[in-house]
């Protein structure tokens, strides 16, 4: 059912979102899957890292965002669902900027994960 994949997907963008929030791994790799692939392109370099290594970025914020009093900022700007794949757009502020994220997602045995984050650094976070 579509209506209930949409919400499926929803929780995991919300869970990456909190991964970042809250410098968690275990978060992190409950909404990617082990064999994704993080891409952008930061301050001119083109960057690519493996959930793992993403990981370890995200873990080594310390302290987190939530702790520093950052404010918390997800948009989910579109949903598109194609079977059991998606494509998703969100803007989100993280360590200072506003991204936007387009999210290819997959969905094995029910559940669905980010198989890769292409992002996009669109400024300075509101």
Known sequence: ?????????????????????????????????????????FDGDFTEMTRDGFGDFVTSRRPSPIEKGAEARLEIVSIDIAGETAVTRVRDDYLGFMF???????????????????????GNAA
């Open 1 to 41: 059912m579509i209506a209930n994949d949409k919400e499926l997907i929803q929780q995991t963008i919300q869970i990456y979102f909190d991964s970042m929030f809250y410098s968690s791994r275990d978060k992190l790799e409950k909404a990617f899957h082990a064999s994704a692939m993080i891409t952008g392109v």
């Open 100 to 122: 936007l994220d387009t999210l290819s997602l997959v969905k094995i045995d029910g559940q669905w994960s980010i198989y890769n984050k292409l992002y996009h650094i669109e």
